[in-house]
């Protein structure tokens, strides 16, 4: 057993409560993560809240208990914790107004697979070459000969599959197979959750995805293909945030295509910006450090303060030249 994985248990078994909080506009590893952690951690007697800035997307539902990961509460309510363990965040700034509602933790644990994470807890455990933090959770909870309950089971599954984006990306290993198949064992119904995952959509999602392809954007001889998102069309579809999530995969699956992007306008006045490369020439994870973010070397974000026609334009310049001089 790692003896990180050691020193995680020693502060899990020393606390009483415990905050697992995790990024911004969650996708399917924060929030398998932390419901995952939280079942296993409740399991133990522990008492435990699952907090992110944007609670629980409707697109996860399906999964059992997990209301339970929800918004937290306003900074009045602020409550003390033993402990607080932040999952697949990169930067302690991902965690938004969670952090408003601890009004203080005893000891701060940070687990994630950002090579960019900088390792804000008083404990972190990063492990980069993981492809999902859900495979930290679940090596973590099999070396503590943690239960696998379905529930456990099927929050981990989907914390692996949507961040391997269905266990096709580069970061897929053997190892992920292998718990993938010691889940399914466990009674996770792999084609039940590939359909709630990627079959169930709103009609809302692809009436969007029409109108952001007929004005997709290419650059660069094709090799750079991009997508904007205004205010105005989201209000029009009225569109959350969990329908965005993936729709930069519609142009990332063009053959000439290296690098795909989406910019969208927030409602804070800054810009989203999401990419992903399908060329290990091209690590996005720095190309979007230099715009105030970070991520992964083959998907990565930032959000960026200027108009979207300004960002969009500083980026495409850069990530241009960026692809001249390195394919
Ligand atoms: P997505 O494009 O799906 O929003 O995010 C892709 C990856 O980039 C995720 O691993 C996410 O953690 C990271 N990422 C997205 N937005 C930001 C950001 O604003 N700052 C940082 N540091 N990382 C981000
Ligand atoms: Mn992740």
Not at 243 to 254: E, K
Request: aromatic residues 8%.
């Amino acid at each position: 057993m790692s003896s990180a994985f050691q020193s995680i248990a020693e502060a899990i078994h020393a606390a009483e409560t415990i905050a697992i909080l995790s990024h911004m506009r969650p996708d399917g590893d924060a929030i398998g993560s932390q419901l995952a952690l939280m079942l296993s951690l409740r399991q133990l007697g522990k008492q435990v809240v699952a907090w992110n800035e944007n609670g629980l997307p409707d697109s996860f539902r399906f999964l059992r208990y997990s209301e339970l990961v929800t918004m937290p509460p306003p900074p009045a309510e602020a409550r003390i914790f033993d402990l607080a363990i932040a999952l697949d965040t990169a930067t302690r700034q991902r965690l938004g107004t969670t952090l408003n509602a601890i009004r203080s933790a005893g000891y701060w644990i940070n687990i994630d697979h950002h090579a960019s994470n900088p390792g804000y807890g008083d404990l972190n455990y990063i492990d980069s070459s993981a492809p999902a933090t859900g495979q930290i959770i679940y090596e973590f909870l099999q070396s503590q000969a943690l239960p696998l309950t379905q529930e456990t089971a099927d929050a981990l599954y989907v914390a692996i599959s949507t961040d391997t984006g269905s266990f096709r990306y580069p970061n897929t290993r053997a190892r992920t197979f292998e718990i993938a198949a010691h889940l399914i064992s466990a009674g996770v119904n792999a084609g039940e959750l590939a359909r709630h995952l990627y079959d169930s959509y709103p009609k809302r999602r692809i009436l969007l995805l029409g109108e952001l392809l007929r004005n997709a954007r290419f650059d660069a001889e094709d090799r750079v293909a991009s997508l904007s998102l205004t205010r105005e069309t989201k209000d029009r579809y009225q569109v959350k945030p969990e329908d965005i999530d993936g729709l930069i995969d519609s142009i990332r699956a063009v053959d000439t295509v290296a690098v795909a992007i989406f910019f969208e306008e927030l409602k804070d006045g800054r810009i989203r910006i999401s990419m992903r490369s399908k060329d290990d020439r091209i690590d996005v994870s720095r190309l979007c450090a230099e715009f105030g973010g970070g991520g992964h070397a083959l998907a990565a974000g930032a959000r960026a303060r200027g108009s979207l026609g300004e960002v969009s334009a500083r980026v495409l310049e850069r990530v241009i030249n960026e692809i001249g001089r390195s394919i």
